[in-house]
């Protein structure tokens, strides 16, 4: 069973950056695809970043294109999120996801994604 840890968040000033990161065990890394989400106080999960198995392909919402980064690391299982220009409305618990089976597409959807870590906060004050 794969297990993720997420880490990296904190307090910071509006224009401020953030690197995010989510270690994987459990399983193999490289042939998995994975994704960011996060969730504000009272609203629902929303996409925000997903990168493909093979790392060639890089999705990003509307509302961070431009300011965030996904990358990975096969060699350290760890998936990272550079955030640069935060905002307030970037203030959320920020999850990291995989898929279930190897080989699969990066999609923006939640539900295409079974396995989660326990997320890590991320708060930026105006």
């Known amino acids: 069973q794969v297990q993720l840890v997420e880490s990296g968040g904190r307090l910071v000033q509006t224009g401020g950056s953030l690197r995010l990161s989510c270690v994987a065990s459990?399983?193999?890394?490289?042939?998995?695809?994975m994704g960011w989400f996060r969730q504000a106080p009272g609203k629902e999960r929303e996409f925000v970043a997903a990168?493909?198995?093979?790392?060639?392909?890089?999705y990003y919402a509307d509302s961070v294109k431009g300011r965030f980064t996904i990358s990975k690391d096969d060699v350290k299982s760890t998936l990272y999120l550079q955030m640069n220009s935060l905002k307030p409305d970037d203030t959320a618990v920020y999850y990291c996801?995989?898929?279930?089976?190897?080989?699969?597409?990066?999609?923006?959807?939640?539900?295409?994604?079974?396995?989660w870590g326990q997320g890590t906060q991320v708060t930026v004050s105006s």
């Open positions: 996801a995989t898929r279930d089976q190897e080989y699969l597409i990066a999609t923006m959807e939640g539900r295409d994604y079974p396995h």
């Open positions: 990168i493909s198995w093979m790392g060639e392909s890089k």
């Open positions: 459990g399983r193999a890394f490289k042939t998995y695809a």
